[in-house]
């Protein structure tokens, strides 16, 4: 089974075509979507739109969530951005009402959780499926690691940090090594336990400015994760962000660092 598992979209549609069409590429069989596929980003409806259509498992992010509900704990900009999506989610849906599945509804029904085999899917953790986040550094925290992974079943695949890399219980966190002349790291999961970071398809935060996804090969205990990393124009995003008055131009300009 070779499986695509995209995360943290963010209503980056720049970024998502270029990974779906990577996807399609890599002859992957399915797609899972570990959530936030609107928030932050100026093409909230194309993107939902588009996940709807092409993956086959999506879950609940806290930025869907909150466009669909009230949104809590979030930055003044995040918020601004968040009120913004669901203004633009409620008026496509307005305007498809002979639509078969609006996209507020679409959002709203996600789950929080989904489980294949040995392997969890989440957005935050396996102890906060929504809004926990698991940090690299967090491997500081033995406490907090071990209560993680003891939900853990064998392997969880998880969003949220848009920071990439595989956490073992020791607890270690190993980082992607993909320089810029490479647009792939490989690496079999151990036997015994793993959480993986997927990444952010469309607002990496780890200097990297490429969108990123993993590719998941194997079955049973013998399973590969392949990080990928695809360019795609941001600065066209970028430029779209600052062309929408409730989006902070700060929102577009991190895409530019990686940041």
Known sequence: MKRAIISDIHGNLEALTAVLKDIEQQGAEEIFCLGDVVGYGPNPCECAALVRDR??????GNHDQGALFDPDGFNVGAERAIRWTRTQLERHDRLARNAPDPLTDFLGERPRTHT?????????????????YVFPED???????????????????QGHTHIPGVFTPDPQFESPEIGAGDEEWSRPLPPTKAMVNVGSVGQPRDGDVRACYVILEGEGNDLTVRFRRIPYPAAETCKKIHAISDLDNFLGDRLLQGR
Request: net charge neutral; charged share 15%.
């Open 55 to 60: 993956c086959a498992m999506v879950l609940l």
């Open 116 to 132: 294949s085999g040995s392997c969890l899917f989440v957005h935050g953790s396996a102890r906060r499926p929504l809004d926990e």
């Open 139 to 157: 491997i500081y925290n033995p406490l907090k690691m071990q209560h993680i992974f003891e939900l853990v079943p064998q392997y969880c695949f």
